[in-house]
């Protein structure tokens, strides 16, 4: 668990003898009062677009390939599944979360929760049960 310094706060998991290729990750990101809901961030696809596949060729980066397999909306959640190969490492399989809890304090403000779970490709079907266990039960 570590916290950063704009406040954010993460918990990482990495399988050991992965080679840190296997790893689920929760970060807490405290939002301004105006986003009530998932919706002020725009539906399941434009947060597909704008936040959860990469933007490689705006960052200058070349030869980066991403595909979105679904982007659903369930249990005031955002679901994504998705993969990404990028050069010189192997492809990867995604699982995201999106979601809005009420602030620590009970007061204004929420915190969008987001929960990845990602494994290389080439293994995610022996992992794929496990991160259908995690990612299930968030409620």
Do not use: C, W
Request: no cysteine; proline share 6%.
């Amino acid at each position: 668990e570590q916290t950063l310094p704009d406040r954010r706060k993460i918990i990482l998991y990495i399988k050991p003898d992965s080679n840190q290729k296997t790893l689920v990750f929760l970060a807490y990101t405290p939002v301004r009062d105006d986003f009530t809901s998932l919706s002020s961030f725009g539906s399941v696809d434009e947060v597909a677009e704008a936040t959860i596949l990469p933007k490689a060729e705006l960052a200058g980066i070349e030869g980066v390939e991403s595909r979105m397999i679904s982007a659903t909306s369930k249990k005031q959640s955002y679901l994504f599944d998705y993969v990404q190969k990028v050069p010189s490492q192997p492809e990867t399989h995604f699982r995201t979360i999106f979601t809005l809890a009420s602030g620590a304090t009970g007061g204004a403000g929420n915190v969008l929760v987001t929960i990845t779970a990602q494994a290389p490709e080439a293994e995610y079907s022996s992992i794929k049960p496990v991160f259908d266990q995690i990612l299930d039960s968030y409620k």
